[in-house]
Structure formats: structure tokens, C-alpha cells
């Protein structure tokens, strides 16, 4: 079975600032993905950020970063120089590769607010 | 191009009500995924459709729930007869690639808030 916890259920932030909000998993699987989602109030689940289990480096996308550190079993999402629109929930999924590979497990999400 | 787009938005329906949700994935995407969040719980997956074939429904309730991709475009799930614990949002996701190990990114829609009273 997968697991996905997200300790912090809101984080507060000052526009421009970086924040770095926590997940840590739990797999059997030998080879799996890690997601990060945004979740605004408009309520559209916006795809963020990806790292596979075996890439070599962290992966990045824009003001996005993931600190993975695979022993440690955890897949921090950094956003740098934080902006009022990143007010939003944020989610961590993963996706293993044996028992029905394909679907998303999610942790319970973080609520972040990005503040003047 | 169209993200998923999911209908209607908001649903408040009666206990022992029936309703059916509506999801229009990315055009060309053969992968197709129901997902629902109760509120203040984590998004549990429900089905995976690749094209009009059921891959995946370990996650469906009970059988009052019915999935349904008839063509393989969109999707309706319709839950007959609605429960209070029904309620939640109804999410859809849709992908292009679904091989094992690949990056296989899942493009969600808004969501359906269900309200059963």
C-alpha cells in the first residue's frame, strides 16, 4: 500500500519569501512517481511539478522546485520568491507501478496563504 | 486546447436522489480517472477508464455508484441512490499516457461539489 502524509495543514508566507511545504511517503514499490498539485479557489486541480523515483536530479519547473531526498522517503515542494496568486492548496500524490498502477494516492493537502 | 471540464459544478440533491456527473477529458486522451475527496479527507482514486474499457474500479464504493465511458469520450458517473456520505467533490483527470513507469501526468478538472441532504 502507498501512503502520503502532508504534516502541515496551513502555512503562511510573505510575498517574496521561499516556502517549503513537506510530504513524506511510504511505497513498497521499486519504481514510482511523485507529484505536487495547486488547488485555487476556483477549484481546478493544476498540475505542478513531477520527479520519477530513479531521476538523478531534482526536478524544477520554473519558480517550482522538489527537494527529493529518496532515503529519507520525502518529496518537498520549494517555491521560491512567493507570489499572492500561490495562495492556494497544495497536494502531494504518488503513483507506484504494481497493483493497479496507474492511480494517484494523495495526501490531505496544504493550505497556504501568501501574505504582504 | 480544453482542459477537463466537469459539469455541473455544484449538485444539492436529496437522500435517495439519483445524479449523474459529467466529465469531458482533454481531447485525445484515452485515460480517464474518477477520484473523489469527502471533506477534510485525503482525494481517493475510484476508476480508471482507458478508452471505454474499465482498467481499474477497486476504488468504487458500493454499487450505487456507476461509471460509464460509452465511446470512449466522456464520462458520466451516476450514484443511485445518493447516501448523506456521499457528498464530497467528484473529481475527473484524464492523461495521454498510461504505461507503467512512465511520467503519465493526470490533468484534473475543477470538480463537482455533491451536496446529498
Known amino acids: 500500500a502507498q501512503k502520503i502524509t502532508q504534516t502541515q495543514p496551513g502555512m503562511f508566507v510573505q510575498e517574496k519569501e521561499a516556502v517549503t511545504l513537506d510530504c513524506t511517503y511510504d511505497?513498497?514499490?521499486?519504481?514510482?512517481?511523485l507529484f505536487w498539485y495547486k488547488q485555487p479557489s476556483s477549484g481546478e486541480m493544476i498540475f505542478l511539478i513531477y520527479q520519477g523515483s530513479y531521476d538523478q536530479q531534482n526536478a524544477t519547473e520554473g519558480r517550482y522546485s522538489l527537494n527529493f531526498q529518496k532515503a529519507r522517503k520525502s518529496a518537498n515542494l520549494v517555491i521560491s520568491a512567493s507570489q499572492l496568486g500561490d495562495s492556494a492548496m497544495y497536494f502531494c500524490a504518488m503513483r507506484g507501478t504494481t497493483g493497479g498502477g496507474n492511480k494517484l494516492t494523495f495526501g490531505t493537502g496544504t493550505q497556504l496563504k501568501v501574505e504582504l | 486546447e480544453a482542459g477537463v471540464t466537469q459539469f455541473p459544478s455544484h449538485s444539492v440533491i436529496e437522500k435517495g436522489q439519483t445524479v449523474t456527473l459529467r466529465c469531458d477529458p482533454i481531447s485525445g486522451h484515452d485515460n480517464l480517472y474518477w477520484y473523489r475527496r469527502v471533506m477534510g479527507k485525503e482525494i481517493k482514486f475510484l476508476l480508471h477508464f482507458v478508452k471505454e474499457s474499465k482498467q481499474d474500479e477497486s476504488g468504487m464504493p458500493n454499487n450505487r455508484f456507476l461509471a460509464e465511458r460509452t465511446g470512449g469520450t466522456y464520462s458520466t458517473l451516476k450514484v443511485q441512490p445518493a447516501e448523506l456520505e456521499d457528498s464530497g467533490v467528484y473529481f475527473c483527470?484524464?492523461?495521454?499516457?498510461?504505461?507503467?513507469?512512465?511520467?503519465?501526468?493526470?490533468?484534473f478538472g475543477a470538480g463537482t461539489r455533491l451536496s446529498v441532504l
Open positions: 483527470a484524464s492523461s495521454q499516457e498510461a504505461r507503467t513507469g512512465a511520467k503519465n501526468i493526470q490533468y
Open positions: 511505497t513498497s514499490d521499486p519504481s514510482y512517481g
